[in-house]
Structure formats: structure tokens, C-alpha cells
């Protein structure tokens, strides 16, 4: 048995163990590794290995001979102090790797098949080309959706669940990909206003430039423990909380981090990470928006129903009751895009602003009283006007101040990026499309998630008429270097079509 | 545009480009990096960028604010100084992943796709997880056999090309998985004896207890420079070097190296591995060995003509005359397996002494002779005799001794490991099988082939008697730790079976 001393390297390998071994060391000569072999880290004799990669390396003063050298990762999940003795081996490859090779070879998996993979992935048995492999064995061709029920259901098995103690707890979920849509907001103090409990725990943003995490945080504390949230979701029927703090389906996050890069997003694998989320936060009946457009992550209406379809299959066979609504995804939402911009739209639709953005309103009136109408109670197409009379009356306002008040308000909410600059119109005419994805660009190149007052301000949107010179967008932002990224890009491509004015 | 100060981190991270940015560089805050982005490293501002994938670092002894740290490879592939200023971006994927997501997708791609993958792999601008996506996505369900041209094609053309200025240049490969298989090393000096052209490149050993390259390289200089190269092929007709020093199908070497930790070998990818470097080490005949057994890697008869017509099918269209011979790979061939071991077999039969491995013997006239009649002038079914007379002449013992010379001969050959332990039967009857992956497996242990005197050293065969006591093979080692391993592996699984004799 090989013993060596524990050697923290500060070094972020993100969702994936590395461990470093000097080129020296008789452990790395004697087996022979190669990089990106596998090893097992054994705290003691008959205890659970932890499974790294190996790096090589050739600097003593980053790992010396007869040390191991761990990323902050493994340095976490060993939690032991630096110059442990621990014995190292060459690791076996994860038994559930036979299972991705039939995957692989066309071979539909059973649900003990997907489990013992989840369980592997989630004791960081994987490296990332054997999650990438498993990705792309179940691509779009040959996962069938038993198959996206089986994974669904091994990546809640495999992580924490909420529990709420009541059998109606609402939840809705948008698919992403279109930046200002932030009905959340709006949603939960409405329903929750009704009575209904709709503890929404919610994501921060990974490529877009805000999620309702990152937004909520303008206005409150999002970072709540669990016992925390329950007590506000007790009093208040509902919260806006992040849902980082609980390890619900902690398999999905980990096979994110290699989706991401990889640019892939098949149906299968998006209705298996939303629903396996909603199911361990404890939702039981759930609202997907899907938009649909030319710009939107779906663009036609027939996709729109094939993902609609496979929703309905594996929520109906997962104990959660969801519904689909199909919803325009031509343009960005309001008028905002990034954190404090809005934060700033969803206030004042709650206060009834005059210039509140209309479409933003619109659209959270149309889902919340969809989700309204999951109470048995309220008879079929009257969720609308109640969620109506909620938000007119005050009560949804009321509503989010209490919430706020209890998730703990921010005393000195960020402010807009102090360097803005207006993008106009280069001719006169009727703007006829505005570019979801480089709306999102632009604003994330401002510097949006991360400072919360970048971002980009719409003052036009699709069929409105502008003249030359008029102002389309503002973009705001808190860096030099970011705020000139951004202009580079809008200038390169404004986002805006306009269809010119004939004399 | 971001400037960084160029500082090389002592780690090896082999094929994958790796730079290093410490959490409070301004242009990580900037550009909202994650841990797996891609960056694109310009060292002039029109040059070619070189790609690598981001770990972020906490440790300012590593790399501080306002530097790139990068890997070993990054350093090699930029080469300038440490200190010295480059602008660093964000890189956008390479164009061709998106045909990988079409194939992926279960699309047949052409060969201009295959090609700018190639392209954008040899020229780094692949991670590993886009590697694995490729490699699963050219797995076996879907991977035409055009496609596998298409690929092999792509291969030759993304690297260099040896000429040796005549029609026929023979070649021979074995797909591998059956230790002590060195009939190379008896079947260039018989060929070259004859008079054919045939410039020998092989490879290292990768998962093997000795490759050619290893087990030459007891005897002589390997690592040739490609002038030496030709001027020796020119004189002798053959030699017997390692393949490492030209750029032949560099793509393949990269996707090796994550089609190994994924235990990945599709047919497609092994015929368009072994093919792109053979037309890449210009040889235009081919005879290709494909050992057939309960442990080979090949263990079905159909499997072994479904390989042997995708081999023919990709040779015939690639200007490749190939002939694929099928043999038995029931057991490991000659005695010796690790180098200094299997140079003592090829000796003995080279030198016809009387206790020389027969099964090495046979085998190797067998394949010399079909070589042999690939000469225009040789009647066919008469290679095998000209095969024979060379070796019993003494003429293919000379033609290896000029090779030795040439290439360089080993003043001091290396010598057996000083450690070693026979592994006795455990009752009296009748070998009735070995098992190739257990005793490659136990000399891989025991530290060949780094070790070039570590290995096992057998001393009966399939079909042999054995009497309770008697030796079966001896393990040799170098290292009381490898020693170890090895002995713990054979006193676990011997490797071989035995059939008891009844009393």
C-alpha cells in the first residue's frame, strides 16, 4: 500500500477531482500512470475512496515526491488536514460504466441501470469525458422517454428532497432563454397572496444575465437555511429563495457543468434536470412555460409539442402534476435585462406604475392565474381575474414587502451602472424583430449577472415605430473593460431589425 | 483587450491545454469565466491563437492577478518566454462542433467535415469533453464505413507524410491484446533479407506489457531522426524505430488519449487509427494480424471478418493494399512477455537455437511469407518457404545484426530484474487455457515496460502437462513495490487453468 502525505493545491477544478503527483514520485513510476488516469484516496482501510484524475508534476514547490497534491474539490470532500498519510491506488473504473457502454451501443437502460450511474456521479466516481460520454451515449436519437423518467428519478434518489407537509405546493419553471422574463416575481406573491403555498426555490444565472436568484438579491437575502425557509414559507405561503443551500438532484449539477461547454441541451436531458429539481424541492403541481420563437431555446411549434409531450409523460409517471403553456418568445420580456433593471420592472408592475411594461404584467397575470386554478376551489378560466384583483388591489405588493421583510431586505440595494451609453436607430422605420441572444450577450458582456446594475435598458420593442437617431437601448455598466465589450458587440450586431419607412 | 504576463506552471495535463488565472484577476471578474471555459491566447494580435481550457487558482504562488498561468503543453505550443505579455479572450467554440452535434444527432457527416474536425483537434482547439462527445458520437450505431474512410482520410491529411520513392513499401500490424507477440522483430530483417522495402514504425507501449518500439530498444537506438531513418532504410531495406519522431496522424494520438480512459475501441476508430498511420508512414501493402480468442480483444469469428471488411473496405479506398490474416490468440506467443524477455525470444529464433519459442517461430515465417508473395516475382503459397530458408540460413540473423548497427547498437544492454518468484502449479493435469489480459496484466505490474527487464517469463503452454509443484512462469521485477503488485495479482488470479489429471 502506497502512503503518501495530503498536499492542498489551490487550484479550482470546478466539478472535477484532480489530484497531482510528482513525475518523481516511485508511486507514479511503479504503476505507471498516465495523465488522466484515474486514482483512490483512502482515508482509512475499509472507508468510502475518494476518486480523483491525476495531473503530473514537475515543480516540487506545487507537489514534491511522496506527497499528493488535491484540488480545493478533494480537499473538501477528504476534510482532513493538510500532511495526512493516506493510501493511494489505482482506481477501478465505476462499475456503471458498463451500463454507458451499452448506452452508447444503442442499448435502452433500466432504472437500477440509471441509479447505480447517479450514485457513481454523485460520489465523484466520474471524470468529465466519462459524464460527457454518458451525455452524448443519451443524445436526442435512442433515449427514449422511459429512459427520462428512469434518469429523472435516479437523480432525486440520489440527492436531499423538501418536504412541505401539504398536498398542493405549486411551482412553475420557464425553459429559459429570454432575458428580462421575470415573472417569478410577480407569480409567487400572487399565488401565495391567494393562499397558496408556492415556496420557489430558483437557480442563479449560468449563461443568462440574471436568474430570479440574482434578481431577488437587489431587493433580499436569497441565501437561506432550510430551517429558515420553512418558517418564512410557514408564515408567508411562499418565498423567492435560492436553491443552492439544499443538494436537490446535486447529479444534475454536475452533469450541467459538462453540458454547458459541450453546448449540448437535448429535451431529454432538460426535462430530467428541471423535473428531478422540482420533485426533491417538494413541488407537487408545476406551470412550464415554454416560449417559442425565432430567437428562443425552441423555435418551432412542433418541437414545442414533442418537449410538451415528454414533460406531461415522465411528470404524470413521477408523481408531479404539471401543465405546459406555449408562450411568445419572439423578444425579450419587459423592459430590463439584468438584476437591478429587473428588479426595477417587477416593482413597478407591483405598484401599478403608469410606465409599468405592459407585457411583463400581462404574461405573469396569464401564468399565475393558470396556477391559481390548480385550487380546486377556483372554478376553470377565473385564475386570471383573481390574480388580477390580487395585483390591483395592492395585496401582491403587500405581499412581496412581507416576504422581503422576512427573507431579510437588503439596507442598501445596488444601484445602475454608473457608465451607460445609448444605442439609436440608424434610420427611420418599425422595429420588426429584437435578437433574444444578443440582447443576453450584450447585457452579459455589461458585466450582468455579477454586477447586479449592469445590463441593458429596451426602449423600443417589436412593432413600434422609431426615427433616425432615436434611442433603441441603453447599456449600463459598473467596468471600463466591460462597458467597452459591450459596445463593441452592439455595434457589431444592435439585436434590433427594423423595417425602414418608405418616403 | 486584456494583457497577461505569460508564467509556466509545472504541470503536465498532456493532451489537454490547461492555463491557470488566479480568482482575483480583474479579466476573470470581467468576463464571468467558469471553470471548463475555453480561452484564446494570442501572442500577436493577427496570429493564430493557441486554445485552453481554464482552472481557476487561489494561490498567488501559482499565479497572481494580472498572469496566465499555463501548462506544460501551452508552454511548448506559445513558445515565449515567462513575463512575456499576451492578449487572452474568450473563445468561441470551434466551428466544427457543430457537426459534431449533427453526429451526435445520428447525421452521416462528409469528408469536409471530418477534415476541419481535424483540423480544429490537431490544432488544440478541443477540449477533452468535446473529444469524448466526437468519439462517443463515431461510436459503433451510426458510424458508416465512409465515415470511417472519411475520418481515416482526415487523419493522414492533418499531418505529415513519410515518402520512401518506391511503388511498394510493405507494412505489417497486429490490432494487438496478445502478449509476447513480437513477430515484428523477425519479420523485417526476413523481409528486408529479401530484398522489399519495409521501413518499420511502431509505437510504445500504451496499455501493453511491450510494444515493438520497447523491446528494440534493449537492442538498439529507436529514436531516429528522419534523415537517419532513410538513409538506414536505404541501405538495409528495413529498420525497426519508433514512429514518434514524425508527425504521422497526430489527430489519432489525441483522441487516444481519451478513447483509452474511456475504454473506448469501436471498430471504426481502431481501423482509422491503425490506417491513417500507415498511409501516413508511407506504406502502400499491408498485411494486418487480428489474433482470435476467449481473451483476445477480438473473440468472435464474425467479429473478426466484420473488422477484416472495414479493414478492406477503408484500405481499398485509401490506396492501401491490405490482407488481413486472422490467427489464434488462445494464448500469449513465445515465452517472454515484457522487452528484455521478448528480445531473448526473438534472439533465439533469429540464432535457430534449440530451446527457441516454436509458436514465435512458426507465426512469424507464416506472416514473413505472406509478405513476401505481396513481391510481384513470388509465386503464391511460396513465401513461407523463402521465409524459412532466409531464417535457417542465418541471412535474416545478419540483416538484424546490420539493423542493430545501424540504428545504433546498446552498449550495455539492460538485464533481467534482480527480483523474481516462480508461480508453481497448484495440482498435476493439463494447461488447458492462459489468460492474455491476466498475465499482460501481472508484467504490466511488475513494471514492464518502463522496467525493461520486468515481465513474466512462461514455462508452459496451452496443452502442456504439469505436475503439482511445477513452475508455470516466473515474474521478474526491478522495484520490492511493483514486486508486489505483482505477486499479489498472480497469487489472486494465476491466469492460468488447469484440467486436473484423475488419479
Same mark, same amino acid.
Given at each position: 500500500? *502506497?502512503?503518501?502525505?495530503?498536499?492542498?493545491?489551490?487550484?479550482?477544478?470546478?466539478?472535477?477531482?484532480?489530484?497531482?503527483? @510528482?513525475?518523481?514520485?516511485?508511486?507514479?513510476?511503479?504503476?505507471?500512470?498516465?495523465?488522466?488516469?484515474?486514482?483512490?484516496?483512502?482515508?482509512?482501510?475499509?472507508?468510502?475512496?475518494?476518486?480523483?484524475?491525476?495531473?503530473?508534476?514537475?515543480?516540487?514547490? +506545487?507537489?514534491?515526491?511522496?506527497?499528493?497534491?488535491?484540488?480545493?474539490?478533494?480537499?473538501?470532500?477528504?476534510?482532513?488536514?493538510?500532511? *495526512?498519510?493516506?493510501?493511494?491506488?489505482?482506481?477501478?473504473?465505476? &462499475?456503471?460504466?458498463?451500463?454507458?457502454?451499452?448506452? +452508447? /451501443?444503442? %442499448?435502452?437502460?433500466?432504472?437500477? #441501470?440509471? =441509479?447505480?450511474?447517479?450514485?457513481?456521479?454523485?460520489?465523484?466516481?466520474?471524470?468529465?469525458?466519462?459524464?460527457?460520454?454518458?451525455?452524448?451515449?443519451?443524445?436526442?436519437?435512442?433515449?427514449?422517454?422511459?429512459?427520462?423518467?428512469?434518469?429523472?428519478?435516479?437523480?432525486?434518489?440520489?440527492?436531499?428532497?423538501?418536504?412541505?407537509? %401539504?398536498?398542493?405546493?405549486?411551482?412553475?419553471?420557464?425553459?429559459?432563454?429570454?432575458?428580462?422574463?421575470?415573472?417569478?416575481?410577480?407569480?409567487?406573491?400572487?399565488?401565495? &397572496?391567494?393562499?397558496?403555498?408556492?415556496?420557489?426555490?430558483?437557480?442563479?444565472?449560468?449563461?443568462?444575465?440574471?436568474?430570479?436568484?440574482?434578481?431577488?438579491?437587489?431587493?433580499?437575502?436569497?441565501?437561506?437555511?432550510?430551517?429558515?425557509?420553512?418558517?418564512?414559507?410557514?408564515?408567508?405561503?411562499?418565498? =423567492?429563495?435560492?436553491?443552492?443551500?439544499?443538494?436537490?438532484?446535486?447529479?444534475?449539477?454536475?452533469?450541467?457543468? $459538462? %453540458?454547458?461547454?459541450?453546448?449540448?441541451? /437535448?429535451?431529454? #436531458?432538460?426535462?430530467?434536470?428541471?423535473?428531478?429539481?422540482?420533485?426533491?424541492?417538494?413541488?407537487?403541481? =408545476?406551470?412550464?412555460?415554454?416560449?417559442?420563437?425565432?430567437?428562443?431555446?425552441?423555435? /418551432?411549434?412542433?418541437?414545442?409539442? !414533442?418537449?410538451?409531450?415528454?414533460?406531461?409523460?415522465?411528470?404524470?409517471? +413521477?408523481?408531479?402534476?404539471?401543465?405546459?403553456?406555449?408562450?411568445?418568445?419572439?423578444?425579450? +420580456?419587459?423592459?430590463?435585462?439584468?438584476?437591478?433593471?429587473?428588479?426595477?420592472?417587477?416593482? #413597478?408592475?407591483?405598484?401599478?406604475?403608469?410606465?409599468?411594461?405592459?407585457?411583463? !404584467?400581462?404574461?405573469?397575470?396569464?401564468?399565475?392565474?393558470?396556477?391559481?386554478?390548480?385550487?380546486?376551489?377556483?372554478?376553470?378560466?377565473?385564475?386570471? @381575474?383573481?390574480?388580477?384583483?390580487?395585483?390591483?388591489?395592492?395585496?401582491?405588493? &403587500?405581499?412581496?414587502?412581507?416576504?422581503?421583510? &422576512?427573507?431579510?431586505?437588503?439596507?442598501?440595494?445596488?444601484?445602475?451602472?454608473?457608465?451607460?451609453?445609448?444605442?439609436?436607430?440608424?434610420?427611420?422605420?418599425?422595429?420588426?424583430?429584437?435578437?433574444?441572444? #444578443?440582447?443576453? /450577450?450584450?447585457?452579459?458582456?455589461?458585466?450582468?449577472?455579477?454586477?447586479?446594475?449592469?445590463?441593458?435598458?429596451?426602449?423600443?420593442?417589436?412593432?413600434?415605430? $422609431?426615427?433616425?437617431?432615436?434611442? =433603441?437601448?441603453?447599456?449600463?455598466?459598473?467596468?471600463?473593460?466591460?462597458? %467597452?465589450?459591450?459596445?463593441?458587440?452592439?455595434?457589431?450586431?444592435?439585436?434590433?431589425?427594423?423595417?425602414?419607412?418608405?418616403?
Amino acid at each position: 500500500m *502506497t502512503k503518501l502525505k495530503l498536499r492542498p493545491v489551490a487550484i479550482d477544478t470546478y466539478k472535477e477531482n484532480v489530484a497531482y503527483l @510528482h513525475r518523481g514520485c516511485t508511486f507514479y513510476r511503479s504503476e505507471g500512470f498516465q495523465a488522466l488516469s484515474k486514482i483512490e484516496i483512502h482515508k482509512e482501510e475499509d472507508g468510502q475512496p475518494v476518486i480523483a484524475v491525476l495531473n503530473i508534476v514537475d515543480d516540487a514547490g +506545487i507537489t514534491a515526491p511522496g506527497e499528493l497534491g488535491i484540488s480545493e474539490q478533494v480537499f473538501a470532500q477528504l476534510n482532513l488536514p493538510p500532511g *495526512t498519510s493516506v493510501t493511494v491506488k489505482h482506481a477501478t473504473p465505476p &462499475a456503471s460504466l458498463d451500463a454507458v457502454h451499452d448506452k +452508447i /451501443s444503442g %442499448e435502452a437502460l433500466d432504472y437500477e #441501470q440509471y =441509479l447505480k450511474i447517479a450514485q457513481d456521479i454523485v460520489e465523484n466516481r466520474y471524470s468529465k469525458i466519462e459524464i460527457a460520454a454518458f451525455l452524448v451515449g443519451c443524445a436526442e436519437t435512442g433515449f427514449e422517454r422511459d429512459e427520462v423518467l428512469h434518469l429523472t428519478r435516479a437523480m432525486v434518489e440520489t440527492g436531499d428532497r423538501l418536504e412541505w407537509g %401539504e398536498t398542493l405546493v405549486a411551482d412553475k419553471h420557464c425553459i429559459g432563454g429570454i432575458p428580462g422574463n421575470r415573472t417569478t416575481m410577480l407569480i409567487v406573491p400572487i399565488v401565495a &397572496a391567494h393562499g397558496m403555498l408556492m415556496p420557489k426555490t430558483s437557480s442563479r444565472a449560468i449563461t443568462s444575465p440574471a436568474g430570479t436568484a440574482d434578481t431577488m438579491e437587489v431587493l433580499a437575502n436569497v441565501d437561506l437555511l432550510p430551517d429558515t425557509l420553512h418558517a418564512i414559507v410557514q408564515r408567508e405561503r411562499g418565498c =423567492l429563495a435560492w436553491g443552492g443551500t439544499a443538494r436537490l438532484a446535486p447529479v444534475d449539477d454536475i452533469l450541467i457543468a $459538462v %453540458e454547458r461547454p459541450l453546448s449540448m441541451d /437535448s429535451p431529454g #436531458q432538460m426535462v430530467a434536470s428541471i423535473l428531478s429539481k422540482k420533485v426533491a424541492a417538494g413541488s407537487t403541481r =408545476l406551470l412550464i412555460d415554454i416560449p417559442l420563437g425565432p430567437t428562443a431555446k425552441v423555435r /418551432s411549434h412542433q418541437g414545442a409539442l !414533442r418537449l410538451r409531450k415528454l414533460f406531461e409523460y415522465v411528470g404524470d409517471r +413521477i408523481g408531479l402534476e404539471l401543465e405546459v403553456v406555449i408562450t411568445d418568445g419572439s423578444q425579450p +420580456i419587459g423592459r430590463g435585462i439584468g438584476p437591478v433593471l429587473e428588479t426595477r420592472d417587477v416593482m #413597478q408592475v407591483l405598484e401599478r406604475k403608469p410606465g409599468a411594461p405592459m407585457d411583463l !404584467r400581462e404574461k405573469a397575470l396569464q401564468l399565475a392565474g393558470r396556477i391559481i386554478e390548480f385550487d380546486a376551489d377556483v372554478r376553470g378560466g377565473a385564475g386570471y @381575474h383573481i390574480a388580477r384583483d390580487i395585483l390591483d388591489s395592492g395585496r401582491a405588493l &403587500a405581499k412581496m414587502e412581507a416576504i422581503i421583510e &422576512a427573507q431579510g431586505k437588503k439596507p442598501n440595494p445596488p444601484s445602475l451602472g454608473r457608465l451607460h451609453h445609448v444605442i439609436t436607430a440608424p434610420g427611420t422605420g418599425t422595429v420588426t424583430a429584437i435578437d433574444n441572444l #444578443q440582447m443576453a /450577450s450584450i447585457a452579459r458582456l455589461a458585466g450582468a449577472p455579477l454586477d447586479k446594475g449592469a445590463g441593458v435598458d429596451l426602449h423600443k420593442k417589436t412593432g413600434e415605430h $422609431v426615427e433616425a437617431g432615436e434611442p =433603441l437601448y441603453t447599456i449600463y455598466a459598473a467596468f471600463p473593460a466591460d462597458y %467597452e465589450f459591450a459596445l463593441d458587440a452592439a455595434r457589431q450586431n444592435s439585436g434590433y431589425t427594423l423595417r425602414e419607412a418608405h418616403e
